[in-house]
T-cell receptor, first 111, second 114 residues
Framework: GENVEQHPSTLSVQEGDSAVIKCTYS??????FPWYKQELGKRPQLIID?????GEKKDQRIAVTLNKTAKHFSLHITETQPEDSAVYFC??????????FGAGTRLFVKA | EPEVTQTPSHQVTQMGQEVILRCVPI?????FYWYRQILGQKVEFLVSFYNNEISEKSEIFDDQFSVERPDGSNFTLKIRSTKLEDSAMYFC????????????FGPGTRLTVT
């Protein structure tokens, strides 16, 4: 069945450094790749997304890259701040009706 | 800004009981979803719903689960006979269109089965 692998499970960085989270997906029909940030006890919040016809997208300090051939996509956060500390989930969506999430990355940004 | 709402925020029930979790999607949205998240684990897709019928469902969504859009605003998830392992946070989400498009999540209902 469909699967999304996410690495690392935990990531600790110093404030101001960059953080990179990587995901791979199995279903070649996946065509939409959202990234969610979830703070403790809160709902997942979409922070950036990318569609399969685009290789890269950037929004201020956050960027996402997609390699469809390799079925890889990555989240890059630059100039990290303590408020970036949260769990980040990648996801892959097929046809708009089924979204498979990765296992999550717990990001700690040390001040 | 419109938001997805869910009630109750926390539901405690005994094993074997039926529960109904309620969601009010954003008013102009047409696609609705239920997810669950066991504490400390990933978000798991349960079901998607469009045009008054299920579009997709996961292996988790067995005969114990059902969804309904009883009126023009509510979207419900029913669990017929709860088990201990159903204890989780249940999130409703909605999107304006399918194919795919950004989903907006509700705040969740924490279900505790004792």
């Amino acid at each position: 069945g469909e699967n999304v692998e996410q690495h690392p499970s935990t990531l600790s960085v110093q404030e101001g450094d960059s953080a990179v989270i990587k995901c791979t997906y199995s279903d070649s029909a996946s065509n939409y790749f959202p990234w969610y940030k979830q703070e403790l006890g809160k709902r997942p919040q979409l922070i950036i997304d990318i569609r399969s016809n685009v290789g890269e997208k950037k929004d201020q300090r956050i960027a996402v890259t997609l390699n469809k051939t390799a079925k890889h996509f990555s989240l890059h956060i630059t100039e990290t701040q303590p408020e970036d500390s949260a769990v980040y989930f990648c996801a892959a969506e097929t046809g708009g009706f089924k979204t498979i999430f990765g296992a999550g990355t717990r990001l700690f940004v040390k001040a | 800004e419109p938001e997805v709402t869910q009630t109750p925020s926390h539901q405690v029930t005994q094993m074997g009981q039926e529960v109904i979790l309620r969601c009010v999607p954003i008013s102009n949205h047409l696609y609705f979803y239920w997810y669950r998240q066991i504490l400390g684990q990933k978000v798991e897709f349960l079901v998607s719903f469009y045009n008054n019928e299920i579009s997709e469902k996961s292996e988790i969504f067995d005969d114990q689960f059902s969804v309904e859009r009883p009126d023009g605003s509510n979207f419900t998830l029913k669990i017929r006979s709860t088990k201990l392992e159903d204890s989780a946070m249940y999130f409703c989400a909605s999107s304006e269109t399918g194919g795919p498009y950004e989903q907006y999540f509700g705040p969740g209902t924490r279900l505790t089965v004792t």
